[in-house]
């Protein structure tokens, strides 16, 4: 049973860097053919799509998060990263990690609990 | 301002159907498949729905799924108290180069 458990700071200082890890068990990150995906959802708000990091090493970024985002995976450690730079309070939220189910479109079946981060001083 | 159109709140009575929207443009919905999503207080999404209207191991068939131009459809059967939760459309927009989701719904079992 394939289990993503993300894991890093609760709080983040303005202007810092944000760092989260996604700890994968159950299936190998490299000999899996699918995408992962950071995903968040600010307190009482929707879903919002971080990017993701295709099997072959192409990523995708929300184009409102590029400028400061980047996805990451170290296969020795079967975990997925992710950077966000130059925090503000409106990153907020809670961030899941996902992996994508069989099928063809952009869907995500493996979900981790979330963890939430706050953006303060 | 989200990508994807849904609206805020629907409400039906226990055992009723409801059907919950999802409205979009070409460069999302219209050229790409729809997942759709449950939200139970204080818990990760779940997948209802992929590839418009596929249901993974262990979703009960009372959830289905449609697509007809840009607009998709989450249809839920036979509603239990259990059903009352949050729900999201997503899929790929092509323009985006990225995953796009709905603002959310929130369902109410009377």
């Known amino acids: 049973q394939l289990q993503l458990q993300e894991s890093g700071p609760g709080l983040v200082k303005p202007s810092e860097t944000l760092s989260l890890t996604c700890t994968v068990s159950g299936d190998s990150i490299s000999s899996s053919p699918y995408y992962w995906a950071w995903i968040r959802q600010p307190p009482g708000k929707g879903l919002e799509y971080i990017g993701s990091l295709s099997y072959s090493g192409s990523t995708f970024y929300n184009p409102s998060l590029t400028s400061r985002v980047t996805i990451s995976v170290d296969t020795s450690k079967n975990q997925v990263s992710l950077k966000l730079r130059s925090v503000t309070a409106a990153d907020t939220a809670v961030y899941y990690c996902?992996?994508?189910?069989?099928?063809?479109?952009?869907?995500?079946?493996?979900w981790g609990q979330g963890t939430l981060v706050t953006v303060s001083s | 301002q989200s990508v994807l159109t849904q609206p805020p709140s629907v409400s039906a009575a226990p055992g009723q159907k409801v059907t919950i929207s999802c409205s979009g443009s070409?460069?999302?919905?219209?050229?790409?498949?729809v997942s759709w999503y449950q939200q139970l207080p204080r818990t990760a999404p779940k997948l209802l729905i992929y590839?418009?209207?596929k249901r993974p191991s262990g979703i009960p068939d009372r959830f289905s799924g449609s697509k007809s131009g840009t607009s998709a459809t989450l249809g839920i059967t036979g509603l239990q108290t259990g059903d009352e939760a949050d729900y999201y459309c997503?899929?790929?927009?092509?323009?985006?180069?990225?995953?796009?989701f709905g603002g959310g719904t929130k369902l109410t079992v009377l």
């Open positions: 590839d418009n209207n």
């Open positions: 996902a992996r994508k189910g069989d099928g063809s479109g952009s869907q995500y079946l493996y």
């Open positions: 070409s460069s999302n919905i219209g050229n790409n498949y």
């Open positions: 997503g899929t790929w927009d092509s323009g985006l180069s990225a995953v796009v």
